[in-house]
């Protein structure tokens, strides 16, 4: 019966799933329709405000036989979006609304959004 909740669950809303042992966590993120990319930040300096300093490099994981696009402004990636060659580098100051689309055989299957707010100095 656990795993038929578990399956109503992917099929219903896209969130973040934990399973393994006490040795080995597994962590993704999972949509109805496929995985999602993930988005995470290299070495970034944040203030207590919660910006970036410049210059901010996103790491982008996504699973094998997948591809993705990107957009800085919040509109929505498609094919001729930018794509995702395992970063985002963003080198000037602003807020970014970084949407990520994931595609598996030219058909997209999920998008991950997250904004920034990048300054060149930032308060500690």
Same mark, same amino acid.
């Given at each position: 019966? +656990?795993?038929?909740?578990?399956?109503?669950?992917?099929?219903?809303? !896209?969130?973040?799933?934990?399973?393994? #042992?006490?040795d080995?966590?597994?962590?993704?993120?999972?949509?109805p329709?496929?995985?999602? !990319?993930?988005? #995470?930040t290299?070495? +970034?300096?944040? $203030?207590?405000q919660?910006?970036?300093?410049?210059?901010?490099? %996103?790491?982008v994981s996504?699973?094998?036989?997948y591809? !993705?696009?990107?957009?800085? $402004?919040?509109?929505?990636p498609? %094919?001729k979006?930018?794509?995702? $060659?395992?970063?985002?580098e963003?080198d000037?100051?602003g807020?970014y609304?970084?949407r990520?689309?994931? =595609?598996?055989?030219?058909?997209a299957?999920?998008?991950?959004?997250? =904004?920034?707010s990048?300054?060149?100095?930032?308060?500690?």
């Amino acid at each position: 019966m +656990a795993n038929a909740k578990v399956e109503w669950f992917k099929s219903v809303y !896209a969130g973040l799933l934990y399973g393994g #042992s006490k040795d080995t966590v597994i962590c993704k993120w999972v949509h109805p329709t496929g995985p999602l !990319a993930l988005i #995470s930040t290299i070495r +970034a300096q944040k $203030d207590k405000q919660g910006n970036y300093r410049t210059p901010l490099k %996103l790491k982008v994981s996504l699973p094998d036989g997948y591809t !993705a696009h990107y957009t800085l $402004d919040g509109s929505k990636p498609t %094919l001729k979006s930018s794509m995702v $060659d395992g970063y985002i580098e963003v080198d000037e100051p602003g807020t970014y609304h970084v949407r990520v689309t994931t =595609f598996q055989k030219n058909k997209a299957i999920g998008t991950t959004a997250i =904004f920034y707010s990048v300054k060149n100095k930032i308060e500690n």
